[in-house]
């Protein structure tokens, strides 16, 4: 089977959007366009996956760099921007070598699904097409190419809308500007396109013309849902975009994993996101990141996750927000618990209610119950941490933070202050209200507060002086 790659067109500015930010880099449930457009297209496994870029280019290329496709890659600069076709032409050098299957794409359509391309991709070899086009039928085709077909249901070519007759501006089956092309036998015909239409540049869509002329195959694949392939013009078709990717994410999650979400409007779950058997999500949900929640989960309502964040199997994350932090099996966190980056909490733990923890190991069967912050900090197994209690781990004067250790089965009384660097030692015990700031020695209790004096009549003093 010949090789595939893939040509990304993502050189547009996208002035509707009113941004000083290319328009392929606004994000989507937490992804830049351009990088969900990426994904799409690299798991075909592809060759190479070739980018061209113009508005911005400078821009768009480093955030490629630092966030590359999983395929080889390489960008190529289209200026001036002269329509599709000229875009095509950029890579042209970089294809002296190749012979296999040109999937082409729009840089701005977050939502098209990999399955999808797939499908395009499997059509185009079976027929053996030279050029295959994605088409879809929509309820008004606005500004799109309109698809028109010969006596035979053949696509005879595609019209851009400027170009269209008043009877081919009826025609509601659209150009949705992804093809397969083979190579090198579509090389005669992108040669051949010329500017001569109003716009004054070279369509790749007349490359569908052109082989249906020279009697090469000519397929199309219609797509059953438009939205998937919708570009991004606006800010307003960027929340459609979110919208519609929210709803296949939940569809997936429900029929394919067995998730029970309990109110798919108002929950918002990326893409990326994988969730076990038997979990349900409550209302009010936002998940955006490399998340990873197993089976048997609650989680939920107005639960916040970003970034890398792994709940265990059986553990329950209600009202609180989560940043690139795992938590074991059968944990309870929250409500209103804040775990900022860098946290693990181990099997059977508990992070409650006003919890603040950054950077803080926490073992097996461990609490830290409520109204605490532990930061910078490594709690062993069967610790107890008591209401209000917070390491002391930053010096405002250095700029530095210091790290408190807290071992097996030690705990703090409420309202302790245990200022790093500082270790209690294992089932150590630090009594309520203190403020540490030395080592607790193994089964030792330390108590760090001024002696209690009751002053006798103080009441009646205070009276009468006022």
Known sequence: MLPVRAIVLAAGQGKRMKSSRPKV????????????????????????????????????????????????????LQSPQLGTGHAVMQVVPALENFTG?????????????????????????????????????????????????DQDGKVRGIVEDKDCSPGEKLIT???????????????????????????????????VAWAYHHKHVTETVVLTDFREVCGINSRVELAEATVHLRDITATKLALESGVTIIDPRSTWIAPEVTIGEETVVLPGCYLIGNIEIGAGCHIGPYTVMKGRVKVGNGSSVVNSHMNDSTI?????????????????????????????????????????????????????????????????????????????VINDGASTGSNSVL???????????????????KAVPDGALAVARAKQSNLEGWSEKRKRIT
């Open 25 to 76: 880099l606004h994000e989507v449930m937490g992804r830049a366009i351009l990088s969900r457009v990426m994904d799409a297209v690299g798991a075909l496994g592809l060759e190479h996956l070739h980018i061209v870029v113009g508005h911005s280019s400078e821009v768009v290329n480093e955030f490629v760099d630092k966030n590359p496709p999983i395929c080889p890659f390489s960008t190529h």
């Open 101 to 149: 299957t040109l999937l082409v794409t729009v840089g701005d359509a977050p939502v098209l699904q990999s399955d999808t391309l797939a499908k395009l991709l499997a059509t185009h070899r079976e027929t053996k097409a030279v050029v295959t086009a994605l088409s879809t039928v929509v309820p008004d085709a606005k500004n799109y190419g309109r698809m028109v077909r």
């Open 419 to 437: 200022v790093a660097p500082v270790e209690l030692g294992v089932e150590a015990v630090v009594a309520a209200g203190s403020v540490v700031n």
């Open 173 to 207: 089956e659209v150009n949705t500007g992804i093809y397969c092309i083979e190579w090198p036998a579509a090389a005669a015909g992108l040669s051949s396109l010329s500017c001569d239409n109003r716009q004054k540049e070279y369509y790749l869509t007349d490359l």
């Open 328 to 404: 074991g099996e059968n944990c309870k966190v929250g409500p209103f618990a804040h775990m900022r980056e860098g946290n693990s909490v181990g099997d059977n733990s508990k992070v409650g209610n006003f919890v603040e923890l950054k950077k803080a190991q926490v073992g097996n069967k461990s609490n830290v119950s409520h109204l605490s912050y532990i930061g910078d900090a490594t709690l062993g197994n069967n610790v107890n941490i008591g209401a209000g209690t917070i390491t002391a781990n930053y010096d405002h004067l250095t700029k530095k933070k210091a790290r408190t």
